[in-house]
């Protein structure tokens, strides 16, 4: 559950100014920082979007929600899920503040909004938790690498 790994991007605040460039260019608080980003713009695009959410083929966000793995390496973040000024933990906790207030609102959502992904197209309410979970799982996945010695 994406609250759950909330709890996981939390614990990992105080490792922010770890790198390994073997395994990401970035340090840990540029992972962090990325994964709160998009959970708050996702929820933020579903809350003002209309609920005019229609299904419509898309082999991406199929084969994307069905094996629940982004492959890493293979696309590159959208500039507004970016930072380009140095992250402090200040930031980070900030954005997890506003993450975990955004998230309580997914529930009570018209589950036709929707938001447009850069690379799978449209995703509904319930795509988009299935898809900020694969994601920040992704970046706590990399970021566990990052840390190991």
Same mark, same amino acid.
């Given at each position: !559950?994406?609250? &759950? ?5 939390? *614990? ?9 460039? /073997? =395994? ?8 962090? &920082?990325?994964?709160?980003? =998009? ?8 809350? $003002?979007?209309? +609920? ?30 970016? *930072? ?6 200040? &930031?980070?906790? /900030? ?8 998230? $309580?609102?997914?529930?009570? !959502?018209?589950?036709? *909004?929707?938001? !447009?992904? +850069? ?7 319930? $795509? ?8 920040? /799982? ?12």
């Amino acid at each position: !559950m994406i609250a &759950d790994l909330l709890d996981s991007i939390a *614990s990992k605040i105080n490792y922010a100014e770890a790198c390994n460039e /073997r =395994v990401s260019k970035s340090n840990v608080a540029w992972h962090l &920082d990325h994964s709160l980003k =998009v959970i708050n713009s996702v929820v933020t695009a579903l809350q $003002q979007s209309a +609920p005019n959410y229609k299904w419509r083929f898309n082999y991406k966000r199929i084969l994307l929600l069905s094996i629940k793995k982004i492959p890493r390496g293979k696309a590159k973040a959208p500039k507004a899920v970016q *930072s380009f000024d140095d992250i402090t933990v200040t &930031d980070i906790e /900030r954005q997890l503040k506003t993450a975990r207030s955004l998230l $309580q609102e997914l529930n009570t !959502m018209d589950q036709k *909004s929707n938001f !447009m992904h +850069p690379y799978v197209g449209q995703l509904n309410v319930k $795509q988009a938790k299935v898809f900020l979970e694969i994601h920040t /799982r992704h970046h706590l996945k990399i970021i566990d690498d990052i840390l190991k010695k």
